[in-house]
């Protein structure tokens, strides 16, 4: 593997934004124009209903989450913006997942179900719908050991993320 290769990874980035029409729209724009593309982006309002918390994954050497924080820091909507690192903060995404199932198989997807701590939402005469919270790899996992019965719809929420501890991005 190459130097390069090896400091490509999966950046979290925490921003508190103020909670306005255009405000996506200029966050977005600033990612398309500097050619970086949007693995993840998930916002919704805060306990303050005039601010908003987006939660953006974006792949690349880490001179590129630097970049992205220091540009999203002179966007006027943004209010506060930080890396978040792997070691310090808790990543969730949530996962509905149909899979066929029909009476023979049934017995097996609940079991797999289980094992991951997924949730049955909805089941009819041929499928089951799960939810499932958790980190990528675990959603993953899950998807690998289900994909074999079928999977008929998928739907992910994208990544949520706050740093562990007393660490807390608010406004200044």
Do not use: W
């Not at 017995?107 to 719908?129: C, K, N």
């Not at 958790?134 to 079928?150: C, D, F, I, Q």
């Not at 740093?163 to 406004?171: I, Q």
Request: with cysteine; aromatic share 2%.
């Amino acid at each position: 593997m190459s130097k390069k290769q090896q400091t490509i990874k999966q950046h979290v980035v925490s921003a508190l934004v103020e909670n306005r029409a255009g405000t996506l729209s200029r966050v977005s724009g600033l990612f398309s124009r500097r050619g970086f593309n949007i693995d993840s982006l998930t916002v919704g309002e805060t306990d303050d209903p005039t601010i908003s918390r987006m939660t953006i994954a974006v792949t690349g050497e880490l001179r590129i989450l630097e970049q992205i924080v220091k540009q999203l820091e002179k966007l006027v909507d943004v209010i506060a913006v930080r890396g978040l690192d792997d070691a310090t903060c808790l990543r969730r995404e949530i996962m509905l997942v149909k899979i066929g199932a029909d009476e023979k198989n049934r017995p097996a997807v609940l079991e797999i179900a289980g094992i991951f701590r997924a949730r049955v939402v909805d089941v009819s005469q041929t499928t089951i719908t799960i939810e499932a919270t958790g980190n990528m790899e675990k959603l993953n996992g899950l998807l690998l050991l289900l994909r074999p019965y079928g999977i008929l719809e998928l739907a992910r929420t994208g990544l949520v993320a706050l740093e562990r501890g007393a660490d807390v991005l608010s406004v200044k």
